[in-house]
């Protein structure tokens, strides 16, 4: 178990230089190219990008405002398309203070700002191994993991406005939907549980029903109904089982 802050901040920032980084990296390589052709200047693209640390919200900030939308219109879409954060992030603080000393509520409050599909996913998984046990030890090795992967994003997102501007659309869409593809792979590779793989499979179900009748509804209703018909399957399996 790693028991010196420093060494498991510096193990989260080295294990982040790798897939993740390159990932999100190409995923916002994708997102400066669109902030380019959206006239964006470039301290803007940094500023949404440390705000609001989220492509979905990004690309729905940059979609209303050319769409002309109102300010509290842009505003409360951006803050709708980050909903899906509220539960990762209750799930995720519990492991950074269990068994370890009190913290301040604005440290946490600090930290939450690091939550990301990439971030969450991988410190979910990383907090089950033996050597991060430690919550002190886990609160480093996150932050260090968030900032590179904050860093290499902002590098990234400047890179891909300035150097690749001329991409085609769809090569632009493309690299933004590499960073949720390798959320989703993540999450199918570590579905050991029943719970968990029961969800996989009841959302998988309801989105592609949906998508068919109701193709903006898809994603809400793969949480909302698949994840709740898991969650009964489930409860209904340990019951009888």
């Not at 940094?46 to 705000?51: K, N, P, S």
């Not at 492991?95 to 930290?111: D, E, H, M, T, Y």
């Not at 932050?143 to 990234?156: D, E, K, R, T, Y």
């Not at 993540?186 to 959302?203: D, F, N, P, Q, Y």
């Amino acid at each position: 178990m790693i028991a010196d802050p420093r060494r498991a901040l510096v193990l989260g920032a080295r294990e982040a230089l790798g897939v993740p980084a390159a990932v999100l990296g190409a995923g916002f390589l994708g997102y400066g190219s669109l902030a380019a052709d959206a006239g964006y200047p470039v301290y803007l693209t940094l500023l949404a990008t440390f705000a609001i640390w989220a492509l979905p919200g990004q690309l729905v900030l940059m979609e209303m405002q050319a769409a002309g939308a109102a300010l509290a219109a842009t505003l409360l879409a951006v803050w709708l398309s980050a909903a899906r954060f509220f539960p990762m992030t209750l799930t995720l603080m519990p492991l950074l203070r269990r068994g370890g000393r009190a913290r301040s509520w604005w440290r946490f409050l600090l930290v939450a700002q690091l939550v990301s599909m990439t971030t969450w996913a991988v410190a979910i998984r990383r907090f089950e191994d033996s050597d991060l046990q430690d919550p002190g030890s886990r609160w480093q090795y996150f932050i260090g993991f968030s900032a590179v992967c904050i860093g290499s994003a902002a590098v990234c997102a400047v890179i891909g406005q300035l150097l690749i501007g001329a991409l085609p659309p769809l090569a632009k869409y493309g690299l933004a939907l590499l960073t949720p593809l390798y959320f989703f792979v993540t999450l199918v590779g570590e579905a050991r549980s029943k719970s968990a793989i029961a969800a996989l499979i009841c959302g998988a179900a309801v989105a592609l029903a949906l998508h068919e009748a109701a193709p903006g509804w898809s994603l809400l209703g793969a949480g909302l109904i698949g994840g709740s018909a898991a969650f009964l399957l489930q409860r209904s399996h340990a019951r009888h089982g």
